[in-house]
């Protein structure tokens, strides 16, 4: 019956904080407060109507695009060596591409500071595409190398006993058995990268800057309500995400384990 | 093409991406430790013996540490309520994917929403008259906490439901019907069976909590630091780069003076589990 209680509990506290930000971009009024004085869109409008919240917006979905698509291309070649190949140390292999995952954020953040500063890219966007496909690197890899140990290798075989070159076969046999491996890869390093915030603040300039680390220095610095719609607007695109994840591959991948 | 040629070039490109990561690695912890060519410990000796960075040290491994018992008593209820929900489950996943994806800094900011001055609660509590004056609710431990707390749930839950979603439901039906009292069978089968998840969890969220920046600096204020967000002032306000440097290499050794051990431990219970499988 606790667990139960509990499990209630944590249930409804968990989308609390985010159903509170989305209710309280509607506000009418200057300063933000909960519950809201009067119902209005004007913040929407605000944000809509910015030529630099735009802007930003442009830079993150383009970032999270590439970043998602360099790093899906990198897990599947990775992921093609370790199990089509079968190569040695495959797991060892594994192991160090999913290293990302066990150092502290803000020591990453410094780290990637030393590395951009040693390639000049500090504060530029080719250095934050090459810092978020590592730290995505980890959530890419692991879609897509359950899909190709599902996927049959038979079929690529008779394919190529059929007469199909190479290229041919993996087209149309390798490719489409591991669809929605790549999707999954794509769709959740997207989400990863659009949402990151704790590394990319290190790493931000006059010339580049990201919408979470935009709202994360407008909430620093004031208390505007515009923060509140540009945040609901985080939230519609991480919802209609993870709609699209739910369909292509069900939601119960996150908790499955291979 | 020969095989080892192709297998170099299927992993060039992550390889490439690692290597810049250990490239960076390095370079932190060479700078700082060397200075002109010299092996130089002075930054070292000038955190460790300032006093109010020692109770910074301190003070983010208390809350790393609360924010981690927090998550596990919270946590495990709610994978084994999720892993043995009869109905809907697909919903309830819903339920915690979702909020796990939102932007950390969105549901912090949620919080401060909920907790300010001119929040939720304090709204509340003037309007019934039970306080005249708003309630200091965060920018203090209890704020960062239970922000913390809330970013980082969602880790544990996932990672206890991913191990307790294959033990089957029948094997404590077994326990029981052979006559163990539900507390026995839990503390015999279900707490060791999924020990495995919830030594991924802890790591996980122990992990991310010493290292938040956003949720204590948003909740916390900027008066009682972390190393995290001492690390993120000292770069982004005092520009001193080798002191963030030496501070983000003490961070990378007291996470993972904690974190290595754990894992060490969970593959040894892995091993073990498997091995009393197969006999």
């Known amino acids: 019956m606790t667990t139960r209680a509990i499990a209630i509990a944590v249930l409804l506290f968990l989308p609390l904080p985010i159903v509170i930000v989305v209710l309280s971009s509607f506000t009418s009024a200057g300063y933000l407060s909960f519950p809201i004085k009067g119902v209005s869109l004007r913040w929407y409008a605000e944000f809509l109507g910015s030529a630099d919240w735009l802007k930003v917006l442009g830079t993150s979905a383009l970032l999270a695009l590439i970043g998602a698509l360099v790093s899906t291309a990198a897990s599947f070649a990775a992921a093609w060596a370790v199990v089509r190949h ?43 595409i090459l810092v978020h496909c590592i730290l995505t ?32 076969t993996f087209w149309l046999v390798s490719l489409p058995a591991v669809r929605p491996g790549l999707v999954t890869s794509l769709l959740f390093s997207f989400i990863i990268s659009f949402d990151e915030v704790t590394v990319t ?11 979470p680390v935009q709202v994360f220095s407008e909430v620093l610095e004031s208390a505007s309500p515009i923060i509140a719609a540009v945040s609901a607007a985080l939230v519609l695109f991480t919802s209609l995400m993870v709609f699209v994840l739910d369909k292509v591959i069900g939601i119960q991948f996150f908790v499955e384990r291979d | 093409m020969p095989r080892s040629l192709r297998i170099a070039l299927l992993l060039a490109p992550s390889g490439l991406l690692m290597c810049v990561f250990l490239y960076g690695l390095i370079r932190l912890i060479g700078s700082s430790l060397v200075t002109d060519g010299q092996i130089d410990l002075s930054y ?6 300032r006093a109010d960075y020692v109770a910074m040290l301190g003070r983010t491994l208390r809350i790393a540490a609360m924010t981690t018992f927090f998550c596990l008593l919270l946590g495990f209820p709610t994978a084994y309520y999720v892993a043995r929900y009869r109905g809907n489950r697909n919903f309830l996943l819903l339920m915690i994917i979702f909020p796990w994806l939102v932007s950390i800094v969105v ?40 922000g913390l707390v809330h970013v980082l749930l969602p880790f544990m839950i996932i990672a206890i439901l991913s191990v307790l979603m294959q033990i ?15 507390s026995y069978s839990f503390r015999t089968v279900l707490l060791p069976l999924s ?24 909740l916390g204020g900027l008066g009682d630091t972390m190393l995290g967000t001492e690390i993120f002032q ?46």
């Open chain 1, 137 to 168: 690197i980890p959530y890419a890899y692991r879609p897509v190398v359950a899909a190709l140990r599902k996927a049959d290798p038979a079929l690529e075989e008779a394919a190529a006993s059929l007469g199909a070159r190479p290229w041919r």
């Open chain 2, 107 to 146: 549901r912090s900011y949620g919080w401060v929403v909920i907790l300010g001055p001119r929040g939720l609660i304090n709204g509340f509590l003037t309007w019934t008259g039970l306080i005249e004056r708003p309630a200091k609710l965060m920018y203090n431990d209890f704020g960062v906490i239970l």
């Open chain 2, 195 to 218: 020990l495995p998840g919830v030594l991924t969890g802890i790591t996980l969220v122990y992990l991310m909590a010493t290292g938040a920046i956003v949720t204590p600096l948003l």
């Open chain 1, 201 to 211: 603040m290190f790493l931000v300039g006059p010339f580049v800057m990201t919408l």
């Open chain 2, 44 to 49: 070292y000796e000038a955190i460790f013996s």
């Open chain 1, 86 to 128: 079968e190569m040695r140390f495959g797991t060892t292999y594994e192991t160090i591409l999913l290293t990302p995952l066990i150092f502290p954020h803000a020591a990453i953040g410094v780290i990637m500071i030393v590395t951009l500063s040693g390639l000049g890219w500090l504060g530029t966007f080719t250095g934050l």
């Open chain 2, 234 to 279: 000292e770069v982004m306000h005092f520009f001193d780069y080798p002191k963030a440097a030496a501070l983000a290499t003490v961070l990378l050794i007291t996470a993972l003076a904690v974190v290595l051990p754990i894992q060490i431990l969970e593959r040894w219970v892995a091993r073990r589990l498997s091995d009393g499988g197969s006999q």
């Open chain 2, 168 to 182: 089957p439901r029948n094997l404590e039906e077994a326990s029981m019907s052979l006559g163990g009292r539900p």
